[in-house]
């Protein structure tokens, strides 16, 4: 069994920080690609940064420059640093991991609960 838990949500005024973290857990024998996404009310789930096990990332034109991934592929934990927040970017946040499972060494896409972030005054 694994399992992703997600934490670091919350209400936070523009201009200000906020991190994501994201820990898989379980019989894993590798964690591959892990990345997170977002979806706002009424709008469509977007990809919001990933980045592969070997550390090459991309983002979403709309959060270059201001969020940053990173992984700790010994914790299997992906982090979103996110600064200069801003009110479009008030979304639900998802962790989404690419998992080889141990002794079965299946894989396995795993999404997250979900973590609220609202950027409001």
């Known amino acids: 069994q694994v399992q992703l838990v997600e934490s670091g949500g919350g209400l936070v005024q523009p201009g200000g920080s906020l991190r994501l973290s994201c820990a898989a857990s379980?019989?894993?024998?590798?964690?591959?690609?892990m990345g997170w996404h977002r979806q706002a009310p009424g709008k469509q789930r977007e990809l919001v940064a990933a980045?592969?096990?070997?550390?090459?990332?991309n983002y979403a034109d709309s959060v270059k420059g201001r969020f940053t991934i990173s992984r700790d592929n010994a914790k299997n934990t992906v982090y979103l640093q996110m600064n200069s927040l801003k009110p479009e970017d008030t979304a639900v946040y998802y962790c989404?991991?690419?998992?080889?499972?141990?002794?079965?060494?299946?894989?396995?896409?795993?999404w997250g609960q979900g973590t609220l972030v609202t950027v409001s005054s």
């Open positions: 989404n991991v690419a998992v080889v499972a141990a002794v079965s060494y299946r894989y396995l896409e795993l």
């Open positions: 379980g019989s894993i024998f590798s964690t591959n690609t």
């Open positions: 980045i592969t096990r070997g550390g090459s990332t």
